[in-house]
């Protein structure tokens, strides 16, 4: 079996929500595309038991609802979220709000880049 | 201690390559932007010892070594990479390529989204 699996969606930038942990396969984490049209928020309050979400706001605007805090977001804004953290969001009225969501077990990761990356054999057509 | 952070990182379409883990203090993953300028390519082939890596291709065309094959890349392509595989990307010498990319522990996540997450209290202003 490949040691990879590869999905193509097309234009990001009109997919509705995608979630890609069933189709990749996936075995350390959720990642999901999302989209709120305009005016449109999660219609609940949520925290998490064991994971770590992390957002990445691609386009539009919107407000994050943290702990009784308010952000507002725009392009650009990249936040991790705490499991226990009682968070909601909503896409501003004037445009929607795209952004990419991350789970990941809380204090999961042991090394990362420099320290779990091993240089390897191969020869791509390009070297 | 507040549950999150939020970093603003302005207009991602222009953006070089930013990591996140140690920006957001991440705990379970490792997530970075990147940017390969056209006909770039990362210059070295290199697999990981414990981490699963997740690619979400935002925009422009490229190429994906993975254990001798190549695949040619879009926006809108995302891919699960295991640990072990071979790899290496590159830019097409007519665009730049935009991705992120996303390292967590391999078969370090237990649950998610309807299985990790719990409805929590709270009244955002627009409920």
Known sequence: MAN????????????????????LALTGSEVSINELPAGV??????????NEEVYLILSGKGLFYLDGEELA???GDVLRVDP??????????????????????ANSLNQFTETDGVPAEGTPSWM
């Open 84 to 105: 226990v953290a009682k968070r909601c969001i909503k896409a501003d009225a004037g445009s929607s709000l795209r952004f990419v969501c991350i789970q990941s077990k």
């Open 4 to 23: 990879y699996k590869r999905i193509t969606l097309g234009d990001i930038k009109t997919l509705g929500r995608i979630t890609l942990h069933n189709d």
């Open 41 to 50: 928020a999660v219609p609940f309050v949520h925290a998490h038991q064991q």
């Open 73 to 75: 977001l725009c392009e």
